[in-house]
């Protein structure tokens, strides 16, 4: 525990002796003039200035705790100013955060005593000077919006007041103070031996002094130390940034005041400091600034053009890059984008930065939605938390899975809330493989929560730009260091995904938020197109929406890794988006052509469909081109369905059940056994929890016990129209399953639909797979495309992959033939020897109690495939994510086709500009190819563009010349 308690504690716990010098130091920093006096008005959820009641404030006093995690209240702060103390600092001290408004609702400044692992101790010990305090009319009044989140990773603690006071600070023991923290900090991490001694020699003579009483003389002696410089040809371009969370231990609510909090600090310090530059990444947090603070909105974009304020990367919010899809992605830049260029006139040479410094993995095509999006440079952290494998670059180039290439830096410390202080310079440096370039990037400031850095940051990294024993600091724009950077050579290139060796439990956890979104982004493609047929401007209609599942894409949102109360507001707003495109989507399908009153079927995808649906209790046979609607006609009999107490058949599948429920036989119609050791065995495997992220992490080690296997308590089987189905029961204590086996006419799927009632703790419902053709490779559909992994356990880069992330599908195969899992909802897969398993739902308990309890709906399927024949696993994915609709008369011809049917048109809009209409495809198969693509819509002009939608170049839509796994955007302007 001594290990732990230094990271979590730092100096204290570090260096005990120092920092009780360094308390004697801090009690001469601030002496009290007059003692203010406070009262509260208390509420659960936060209550606007102007709608404050002045009235209802009642007397608090210090030490008061006055409220539980999340309670909100606003504090009362008045006084009178002592003559002569106008130069005075207003102290404010609370646990927990809050923001400072004058009697006139003027934004003041920020306070918070957030505490961080590892952070250095404050100058005001719980106190916090209130910035921008008129004192000079002899009286105080100043209002405090104030919360309490909870205690670094726990929803513990209660929020305290601990009081108010005007004190003069003596600049002489406030400047000993840092000086004295900066050089212990040094002698505590230099492993110079003559320098710590040197150092510690200095200390020792500057508390000497302090303690006789000559603060003067004490920084004196420090100075001789503080003024060697650097003799490092290292140099960290340090920027100062605090990462917020969208929403994790706290609700979206709080991240609004968050916000606000963060951006009034980061302005004001701005004033007071020429040299300061701040950086932030997320459009959604400076858009309900815009709504909530303009003044403070309108500050923001005036220090934005001074170049004082660093708005890094075009995303709408940093959001997870394995679960969304690849049109989600596109909208994250598209979005997030217009945004900045719209509100403060950035450029695209100030919009070249991806930031994304705390996802969760990041996927094998992102450096082509990157580049596509006019992002070339990529910024991030997270691979230093790799568990097993330490990834070995910090700068490097990132080639994705077409081609394209990105230039990364990876902050060397791994962490993108640095203190600044010399412990971190002198990690990172080691950290660094590529150190010999002489530059890196320095992140500092408090984060997770907000905050940026305070004026220990500040006092610590002013010290250390030329120190000797450290590298030097300058205060930097990450936009300048990357232009520095890529002028440099950096040697290695990295091909494919960035896995994260660790927290592959967000592919599963929260499966409802995942399954709501699969469903919202397919809703949103359907009514997208819709809006095109009928001629309908879709965008004001839909601008909201997108923005609500965008930030629903949160990297803690969506993987699952937040408290019951985002997940629950998450869900809530999932479902409100779906009515609303399900009533929009009935207002388009009624403005379709017609051709009579008769039940048709309509396909918003780009394949062919051929297949059978059940209207009205009816089966009719539905065939119906790529983004067409055509007319169904009355099934036949089916004399190919069969059953007996054990065996389903098709006449294309036999499978026989063994009586667990497992598919122990899949013949098809050649004789050959596809089955393997077993197909669709439920199991329930121990989950233990994983401290402290127990939602976001699986201990690999789970597959070394026996699953418990679910088995059958109840079983019938029966023809219904085009399917045969056995319905299967297992029912337990903690878990029952209701599942519909199912097999179409005509069909070599074999689907799943299954219904869960699932009470289980710390426990993984997962439905595993052993096929008759496994290889040492297994393809996986990612955005735009698929990327291929081992599935052999040869090294420990291979074993720890144990979990990976797939969307609609994943496929092996051998010599002989393939097999392919695909599913409608669910991410996390296993694949590994001989091993194909489908993680369905998790239990953690670990920031929410009651993830995943309840009641799930979800659909999986397997089918085999003849080898190489990856283009009908593609063609199945889509077809059981995106089933046909059932209309009463719609009928029209394809709008859109192509000629080869590896590449997919996948989204069919309005422009973002103007009146023309965007279709965006892309090579699903990972090979060149030339197409036609054929469109009904009258049209003018036809371009390519970038993802932004700018054309690039004229284009010949007879032939659409594609390199593996391209991504184009087709934009078609309106005929004249």
């Not at 997030?336 to 040479?349: A, V």
């Not at 379709?592 to 995808?605: F, K, Q, S, Y």
Request: proline letters at 5%.
């Amino acid at each position: 525990m001594a290990g732990f308690a230094s990271w979590l504690f730092g100096l204290p716990a570090q260096q005990p002796a120092e920092y009780r010098k360094l308390t004697r130091i801090r009690e001469r920093v601030y002496t009290t003039v007059a003692e203010l006096t406070a009262e509260i008005v208390r509420s659960p959820e936060p209550i606007p200035f102007a709608e404050l009641d002045r009235s209802a404030f009642r007397p608090l006093k210090p030490g008061t705790h006055w409220g539980k995690v999340f309670d909100c209240a606003w504090l009362r702060i008045t006084g009178e100013v002592p003559s002569g103390a106008e130069n005075a600092v207003l102290l404010l001290g609370i646990r927990g955060e809050g923001l400072v408004h004058s009697a006139e609702g003027e934004l003041l400044d920020s306070v918070s005593t957030v505490f961080q692992q590892g952070d250095l101790p404050q100058s005001g010990g719980q106190y916090r000077p209130v910035r921008n305090v008129d004192l000079s009319t002899g009286d105080v009044e100043i209002y405090a919006d104030v919360t309490y989140n909870g205690w670094i990773l726990y929803e513990v603690g209660r929020a305290v007041y601990h009081g108010a006071r005007l004190a003069t600070r003596d600049d002489e023991a406030y400047a000993l103070y840092y000086d004295y923290l900066t050089l212990v900090v040094l002698a505590g991490a230099t492993d110079d031996a003559t320098l710590e001694k040197e150092v510690r020699r200095a200390l020792a003579a500057a508390y000497a002094r302090f303690d006789a009483g000559d603060v003067a003389g004490a920084r004196a002696v420090l100075a001789d130390q503080l003024a060697r410089p650097s003799t490092s040809d290292f140099v960290y371009s340090a920027v100062g940034h605090g990462h917020l969370d969208m929403a994790w231990l706290w609700p979206l609510r709080e991240t609004r005041r968050k916000s606000a909090r963060t951006y009034v600090r980061a302005l004001n310090t701005i004033d007071q400091r020429d040299d300061y530059i701040y950086g932030t990444s997320q459009p959604q947090q400076m858009a309900w600034t815009k709504e909530r603070h303009p003044a403070l909105f309108e500050r923001m974009g005036q220090a934005v053009a001074s170049g004082r304020l660093e708005l890094q990367g075009s995303f709408w919010v940093e959001p997870d890059t394995n679960l969304p899809s690849g049109e989600s992605l596109v909208r994250q830049a598209t979005v997030g984008r217009r945004f900045l260029q719209d509100e403060f006139g950035l450029t695209d040479e100030q919009l070249r930065l991806c930031w994304l410094p705390d996802t969760f993995g990041y996927n094998g095509n992102l450096p082509q939605i990157l580049r596509g999006a006019g992002m070339d440079w990529f910024q991030t952290i997270k691979l230093a938390w790799n568990k097993v494998n330490d990834f070995p670059h910090r700068t490097f180039h990132w080639q994705g899975i077409d081609g394209s290439s990105v230039l990364v830096h990876m902050p060397p410390e791994g962490d993108y809330n640095s203190r600044g202080a010399a412990d971190n310079l002198l990690t990172g440096l080691a950290k660094y493989p590529e150190r010999a370039l002489n530059t890196a990037l320095l992140v500092y400031g408090s984060g997770d929560g907000g905050g940026g850095p305070n004026e220990i940051h500040h006092e610590v990294t002013r010290r250390e730009q030329s120190l000797r024993g450290l590298p030097k600091v300058e205060y930097s724009s990450a936009g300048d260091f990357f232009r520095a950077l890529e002028k440099r050579d950096v040697a290695h290139t990295h091909v494919g995904e960035l896995y994260l060796e660790t927290h592959q439990g967000t592919y599963t956890t929260q499966a409802q938020i995942k399954r709501h979104n699969r469903l919202v982004e397919r809703k949103l493609h359907e009514v997208e197109a819709l809006a095109v047929l009928v001629g309908d401007d879709s965008r004001p209609v839909l601008e909201e929406h997108w923005r609500e599942v965008l930030l629903n894409q949160f990297h803690d949102i969506i993987p699952g890794s937040s408290i019951a109360r985002v997940n629950r507001e998450a869900i809530a707003t999932y479902e409100r988006i779906e009515r609303e495109l399900d009533a929009y989507a009935d207002v388009l399908v009624a403005q379709l052509p017609r051709r009579d009153d008769e039940a048709t079927a309509l396909n918003l995808t780009s394949l062919p469909r051929d297949e059978h649906v059940k209207v009205d209790g009816s089966w009719h046979r539905a065939v119906v081109p790529p983004y067409a609607a055509a007319a169904l006609t009355p099934a036949g009999d089916f004399f190919e369905l069969a059953f007996t107490a054990d065996t389903l058949s098709n006449g294309i599948l036999t499978l026989r059940f063994d009586d667990t429920g497992t598919i122990v036989s899949c013949l098809d119609a050649t004789g050959s056994e596809h089955a393997g050791d077993g197909l669709n065995r439920l199991v329930v495997h121990k989950d233990p929890y994983v401290w402290p992220f127990n939602a976001w992490d699986i201990n690999p080690d789970y597959v070394k016990r026996a699953p418990r296997v679910l088995k059958v308590t109840r079983v019938e089987s029966f023809v219904d129209g085009a399917t045969v189905v056995r319905r299967q029961l297992y029912r337990g204590r903690t878990v029952t399953v209701e599942q519909r086996v199912v097999l179409e006419v005509g069909s070599d799927v074999v689907r799943f639909e299954t219904i869960v009632e699932w009470q289980e703790r710390h426990r993984m419902l997962r439905a595993e797979f052993r096929p008759a053709h496994f290889g040492d490779s297994v393809k996986c559909e990612i955005q735009f495309g698929h990327i291929e992994r081992v599935t052999t356990e040869r090294d420990s880069v291979e074993a720890a992959q144990f979990e990976v992330c797939a969307h609609k599908w994943i496929a092996t195969e051998d010599a002989s033939g393939g097999f392919a899992l695909l599913n409608d909802s669910k991410y996390g897969h296993r694949a590994k020897n001989g091993l194909l398993s489908l993680n369905l739902l998790r239990a953690p308990t670990y920031p929410d109690k009651t993830a995943d309890r309840g009641r799930h709906r979800f659909t999986y399927a397997f089918c085999p495939f003849e080898k190489d024949d990856i283009e009908k696993v593609v063609r199945e994915g889509y077809r059981l994510n995106n089933p046909l609709r059932i209309t009463d008369g719609a009928a029209f011809d394809s709008l859109a086709t192509v000629t080869d049917a590896a590449v997919i048109v996948e989204t069919v809009k309005r422009a973002e500009q103007g009146d023309g209409v965007v279709l965006r495809l892309y090579e699903s198969l990972g090979r060149a190819t030339t197409t036609q693509l054929r469109v009904s819509l009258p049209h003018g002009a036809a371009h390519e563009t970038d993802l932004l939608e700018r054309p690039t170049a004229d284009t010949d839509l007879a032939r659409l010349e594609f390199r593996p796994f391209e991504i184009k955007t087709i934009l078609l302007e309106p005929a004249p």
